[in-house]
């Protein structure tokens, strides 16, 4: 009975077991298919990912491309920058280290403390810069206390140099640490390095994407914790590439010089055939090597804050009332379309009466009797009042357009600015009013809302004494060893005789007695040059202030009248165009012309268009020429 | 008869040698040896911090099981009780010092050796319960007064494990237990009743929970929940097991394991670190030992003419196997972290001992399977 109860119990227990050892086996099988799963379904993910947690990719910066001169004069170079590192984990106590260290070479107590704190925050093999811009006795000295200073080194890093300053300030622009938005809108991974510096505003700009060049990476492996553990490949990183600009910087460093002597001026000299620009200036400008290292917040609002506005780019972006040197533009369209001849004349009383309105000349005494060449010789106003209400804003505005006013270049300076044309249609839209026919009278003397700037009066110019093709100006003539192409210019389809007649005119404004600017003639054997000058009004004068015979250098600076100059040169076979701007100048002849003069006579003599620009500019030694 | 009584009573030393199941011997050593290479692999290829260590220390213990096995059954048979007893009053120690001391606290240093009283526990329940359902009739069986105190044993070092708190190693403990009562042949409808009761109670005991267990659970069900954080160690786990495909990277070359990406590769997730290096062929490998072992056990267990050596064989040999799916399934995503490790391969002494006292007492069953057990 006991065996037979004991039997029961046994079979019992088998089948029990039975069960439970079938839930185990059960457990088996799971564990092999997921091992299965992982390992052979996702196995390949699991590959990536694995691989991805072993190497690092370390990107290794380039150097940026340099920018110089038609001539290979360095505009924009790297400079080494000799830095002293801190690993803190090699040290053995970092304080006692750095003060060695502090008794080798000058390092401000704010800055050990500072290093001291970021050791804190960062993993201890983090290498941690000291100080920076080293001078050649500070590396020698630490390098030789070398063994007394474990765990530091001398790091070779680049630097962005400016060597021309201001100079080139407002062309070559500086570069900056690539910021937030930089790194939204440009995926390139050398952005996401700390302290990349990407172009912040003119050819750097620009060019950034060519100049900046092709990361270099060396793939490390890394253990979780980011240390790393080996070097398995390096690829070199490509320089940016060069870039050669069509400035002269003797012409340019000369250009900014003597815009110095206003207290804020803007000039550009160019090609009139084919396009390139020897100079582009602006005053006041700023030291972009200040930005590099990253401006200090009162320097740069200092800058901000000017009224002289020394961040600007004058020469592309500031908008001025043409003022006389419109009259070109007026003249051309009234004898393109016939409302003039070369014979018709006028009689200047020193006003002109417009239903109500009485128009001054800026001569109250009147020019006498004017043809359409002593009406540009002697800027009479009253010859181009008249003619207006015959010729109409909307060909004022169509050989404006023509010539190269109220429009973008597109030239490699992203801080140009379109200026103004203004005629029916854009006074409606933008200001929902009709457009008054005393509006076109003013238009025609290049006042009212008309705005240029002073590159685009340079082209307008330029347009003029090519024969008539409509140039483009440009700043970039290589990219590496890459030409960059430039159309053929369109032909703007001017009557030859008409243009002949209004060159005569403004040959005349220099070299005639009677001429505006004979002051400013060129005085240089063998050398000459043409022009208009221009005082645009930024005030309206007040009926008061005329019957008082208030002298506009008077006034307060903000107030007084702009000065231009727009001019060619060589009278015969003109091959360079200038204009200049002296904001608050007060008069065209005599703040603006002598610039002119003296920025053509540079020119002539220099003569940069006889030297076309070439890849690779031999960058010469410093001779008697180049200061 | 005679020959029966030799072999139960007092058989010479000889005569049990010859019964001891040196096939399960062999593959524990397999077994262990599998943790030794995989030891060696994770200290970059030296013996030196663990393999060495862990292998002294499986030396000892293997001496010791064999002592365990030869050790008359009656003497297991009579202590068992005490045992537990034992094992219950160190609980409540560990217990007490983790209030008094700092946090939580699973072991008791005796200076030469630490002792983590739950893994100890796992063994006296099964010889406990082993005792219990020895003498238990089909009548006693269907008592609710037996199976009541039966679940005394369980309930109290569970309760005690839990507040540690050691989640792991309380789920192992009261799997075992309900192994024993089912292969005691409690009712099945009781184990039913008990799923939906479990069930029911489930989100009251999701908030006696820590918030670290929690954040455990949470995490297992979304590793990318917290990639970084309680996440990472599912995660680097799951790479380094896929990345391992069928071949492996090779011995020494696991790059998870040895760029130190991967959590505890030398105690809990040395099943990872292994198929790592070894690839699918290598986690079939230890998935065939550890069937092979069963398998052995639970052969033992049937050979067993005595209800106390079969349920005492069996009920080790699942203790073995749920230490050996919950640490692979851990590792492998499958359930949550809950730090128990592959006994044996994985780098300690607590739970090998435990293991190793387990075999010894399966191969014990083995040499005194016919003895004759009084019933109480």
């Not at chain 2, 192992?172 to 192994?179: E, K």
């Not at chain 2, 799916?325 to 730090?339: D, K, T």
Request: net charge neutral.
């Amino acid at each position: 009975m006991a065996l037979e109860k004991e039997k029961d119990r046994a079979e019992g227990f088998s089948r029990r077991a039975f069960v439970v050892g079938a839930f185990q086996a059960g457990f088996l099988a799971v564990l092999g298919g997921r091992l299965a799963w992982l390992q052979m379904v996702e196995g390949n993910k699991y590959k990536v990912l694995a691989e991805r947690n072993r190497i690092n990719l370390k990107m290794m910066a380039p150097a940026r491309g340099q920018i110089v001169d038609r001539f290979g004069v360095p505009f924009a170079v790297n400079n080494q920058n000799f830095r002293v590192m801190v690993i803190p984990e090699q040290t053995d106590d970092l304080r006692q280290s750095l003060k060695l260290l502090q008794q080798q070479i000058k390092i401000d107590d704010a800055q050990i403390e500072k290093v001291i704190a970021l050791a804190k925050k960062s993993p201890s093999y983090t290498p941690l810069e000291i100080e920076d811009k080293l001078t050649w006795e500070e590396v020698a000295t630490v390098e030789v206390n070398m063994p007394d200073l474990p765990g530091m080194s001398i790091d070779m890093g680049e630097e962005r140099h400016y060597p021309f300053a201001d100079a080139t300030a407002h062309i070559i622009g500086y570069v900056g640490a690539a910021s937030k938005k930089d790194q939204e809108t440009d995926k390139d991974p050398l952005l996401t390095l700390p302290n990349f510096q990407v172009g912040k505003i003119g050819i750097e700009r620009t060019f950034d994407s060519s100049l900046r060049g092709t990361a270099g990476s060396s793939q490390v492996e890394v253990n979780v914790v980011g240390r790393e553990v080996r070097e398995l490949n390096n690829l070199q990183s490509k320089e940016g590439k060069r870039l050669v600009l069509s400035i002269d910087a003797e012409l340019q460093r000369f250009a900014q010089q003597r815009l110095s002597a206003e207290r804020s001026a803007s000039a550009v000299v160019m090609d009139v055939h084919s396009g390139e620009i020897y100079a582009l200036a602006s005053y006041p400008a700023f030291d972009p090597n200040y930005f590099t290292g990253g401006i200090s917040h009162e320097r740069y609002e200092e800058l901000r804050s000017d009224i002289t506005l020394p961040l600007m780019n004058k020469a592309v972006a500031g908008q001025y009332p043409p003022g006389s040197t419109f009259k070109m533009i007026t003249a051309l369209a009234a004898l393109e379309a016939g409302v003039v001849t070369e014979g018709t004349t006028c009689f200047c009383p020193g006003h002109f009466s417009f239903g109500n309105t009485r128009f001054h000349c800026w001569k109250p005494s009147g020019h006498g009797t004017v043809n359409v060449v002593s009406a540009l010789a002697e800027s009479c106003d009253t010859y181009f009042y008249k003619l207006s209400s015959d010729l109409g804003i909307k060909r004022i505005a169509a050989m404006a357009h023509k010539l190269g006013l109220g429009q973008i270049f597109e030239m490699e300076l992203k801080e140009e600015r379109a200026g103004l044309v203004p005629d029916e249609d854009w006074k409606k839209k933008n200001l929902g009013e009709p457009w008054h026919p005393g509006e076109t009278v003013i238009a025609s003397i290049g006042q009212g809302y008309m705005l240029a700037t002073p590159l685009q009066l340079a082209v307008m110019t330029a347009r003029i004494v090519n024969g008539g093709k409509a140039v483009q100006p440009w700043l970039a003539g290589y990219i590496g060893e890459e030409r960059i192409k430039r159309g053929v210019w369109e032909d703007l389809d001017l009557n030859p005789k008409h243009v002949e007649i209004v060159m005569r005119g403004m040959n005349r404004v220099v070299n005639d007695q009677r001429g505006t600017a004979y002051g400013s003639r060129i005085k240089e054997e063998g050398l000459s040059m043409a022009g208009k000058t221009g005082t645009a009004q930024v005030k309206r004068i007040t009926k008061q202030e005329r019957a008082m015979g208030v002298k506009n250098e008077n006034l307060p600076w903000q107030f007084r009248h702009h000065a231009l100059f727009v001019g060619y040169a060589p009278v015969e076979n003109p091959r360079y165009a200038c204009s200049v701007v002296v904001e608050h100048g007060v008069g065209g002849s005599k703040a603006a012309a002598p610039v002119a003069r003296d920025l053509l006579t540079l020119t002539m003599q220099r003569n940069p268009a006889s030297q076309p620009i070439v890849a690779s500019p031999v960058t010469p030694k410093k001779d008697k020429s180049y200061g | 008869m005679a020959n029966t009584l030799q072999i139960t009573g007092e058989g010479s030393l000889l005569q049990k040698l010859k019964y001891i199941n040196w096939g399960l011997v062999f593959l524990i050593v397999a077994f262990a040896s599998v943790g030794f290479t995989a030891l060696y692999s994770a200290a970059g290829g030296n013996f030196e911090p663990w393999a060495a260590k862990q292998m002294t220390r499986f030396s000892v213990f293997m001496v010791g099981m064999i002592v365990i096995a030869l050790i008359d059954i009656k003497i297991w048979y009579r202590i068992a009780y005490p045992l537990y007893g034992i094992c219950l009053i160190l609980l409540i120690i560990v217990e007490v010092m983790g209030h008094i001391g700092m946090g939580a606290q699973r072991w008791i240093n005796l200076g030469f050796i630490q002792i983590q009283p739950s893994e100890l526990m796992k063994i006296c329940l099964v010889l406990a319960l082993a005792k219990f359902f020895h003498s238990a009739s089909s009548e006693d069986m269907k008592s609710f007064r037996f199976l009541g105190i039966a679940a005394a044993f369980l309930v109290g070092p569970f309760l005690l494990v839990a507040t540690q708190p050691d989640l792991g190693t309380a789920t192992v403990i009261t799997a075992v237990g309900i192994a024993m009562f089912f292969l005691a042949g409690a009712p099945v409808w009781i184990f039913i009743a008990g799923l939906v009761a479990a069930c029911a109670a489930a989100p009251m005991g999701w908030m006696l929970l820590h918030d670290y267990q929690k954040n455990r659970v949470l995490t297992f069900l979304d590793p990318e929940r917290d990639p970084l954080g309680a996440g990472y160690h599912i995660t680097q786990s799951k790479i380094a097991l896929g990345s391992g495909g069928w071949e492996g990277k090779g011995f020494l070359q696991g790059t998870q394991s040895h760029l130190s990406f991967l959590p505890e590769k030398h105690t809990d997730f040395i099943f990872t670190m292994w198929v790592e290096e070894w690839g699918f062929f290598g986690g079939i490998f230890i998935l065939a030992l550890i069937a092979l072992i069963l398998s052995y056990g639970a052969w033992i267990s049937l050979r067993c003419r005595h209800a106390f050596g079969r349920l005492l064989a069996f009920g080790l040999m699942v203790n073995f196997s749920i230490y050996c799916f919950v640490n692979i399934a851990m590792v492998m995503g499958l359930i949550p972290v809950v730090g128990v490790p592959l006994p044996m391969i994985s780098y300690g002494g607590t739970a090998m001992m435990s293991v190793v006292i387990g075999f010894g007492l399966m191969i014990c069953c083995n040499v005194h399977k016919d003895a004759k057990l009084p019933r109480m």
